[in-house]
C-alpha cells in the first residue's frame, strides 16, 4: 500500500506562501510519517527480540535479565517501551 493511501489530511493546511509562490510539503510530511513508522516499528521489533532472548538468557543468567531490565528503564529508552517494563516490574 502506497504512502498516499494510508493517511488522510488537508492539503490545503500543508501549502505554504515561500517567496511568493505556493510550495504544498504534502509529500515531505508523508515522508517523514513514514520514517517515523518505520523507526518505531524498528525499535519495537528489536525490543521483541531482546525479550525472546531475555526468555532464554534468564534459565541460564538471572542476572542478565535484571541487566536488562534496568536498560529498558533508562531515561533515553522509548517512552512506550519504559511504561511497558515499569508496568511489569
Same mark, same amino acid.
Given at each position: 500500500?502506497?504512502?498516499?493511501?494510508?493517511?488522510?489530511?488537508? #492539503?490545503?493546511?500543508?501549502?505554504? $506562501?515561500?517567496?511568493?509562490?505556493?510550495?504544498?510539503? /504534502?509529500?515531505?510530511?508523508?515522508?517523514?510519517?513514514? /520514517?517515523?513508522?518505520? $523507526?518505531?516499528?524498528?525499535?519495537? #521489533?528489536?525490543?521483541? %527480540?531482546?525479550?525472546?532472548? %531475555?526468555?532464554?538468557?534468564?534459565?541460564?543468567? @538471572?542476572?542478565?535479565?535484571?541487566?536488562?531490565?534496568?536498560?529498558?528503564?533508562? @531515561?533515553?529508552?522509548? $517512552?512506550?517501551?519504559? #511504561?511497558?517494563?515499569?508496568?511489569?516490574?
Amino acid at each position: 500500500m502506497r504512502s498516499a493511501e494510508r493517511y488522510w489530511f488537508n #492539503e490545503n493546511l500543508l501549502r505554504l $506562501a515561500i517567496g511568493g509562490r505556493t510550495v504544498n510539503i /504534502a509529500n515531505a510530511v508523508i515522508k517523514i510519517i513514514d /520514517a517515523y513508522v518505520d $523507526a518505531k516499528r524498528d525499535a519495537f #521489533e528489536s525490543f521483541i %527480540t531482546a525479550c525472546t532472548k %531475555t526468555q532464554q538468557v534468564q534459565k541460564n543468567d @538471572p542476572v542478565a535479565i535484571q541487566q536488562f531490565i534496568a536498560d529498558l528503564l533508562k @531515561p533515553n529508552v522509548d $517512552a512506550r517501551v519504559f #511504561e511497558i517494563v515499569s508496568l511489569q516490574s
